[in-house]
């Protein structure tokens, strides 16, 4: 059975541009790829990309507007999480908001479909 690989170009972790090593982008292969994929898909505002409106996460109605329930929060990071492409499957997603410093974590390990399982963790500040 042949894998497939998951690839993207890889991101700088501090600034989110493009990634630069000897003046030649760099590629985030597999696990890399797949968190740094479902990162993006966590922290994307709906109607910020300007090519699908739709996509993102409707933060400043459902997470800003009030007080989300802890079941709409966990719907909405589990639905972000299965479909982003690589993943297997989601058997536990854990996420803790600390309403003082208005942060965030979200953490999920996962089976890769390409190969074993890793871990994937995002942390917001609301």
Partial sequence: MIQAQVSDLALDPVTGDLLVRGGDLVLAMDAEAIAQDW????????????????????????IFA???????????????????????????????LDSRTRVLPVRAPVPASTGPPFALGVRHVL
């Fill in 39 to 62: 990162a993006r898909r966590m922290s994307l505002f709906r109607g910020e990309w300007k090519l699908d409106r739709r996509v993102g996460i409707d933060y400043p109605n459902v």
């Fill in 66 to 96: 009030g007080r989300p329930s802890a079941a709409l929060l966990r719907h909405i990071f589990e639905t972000v999480t299965r479909r982003t492409a690589g993943i297997a499957s989601l058997e536990r997603l854990e996420f803790t």
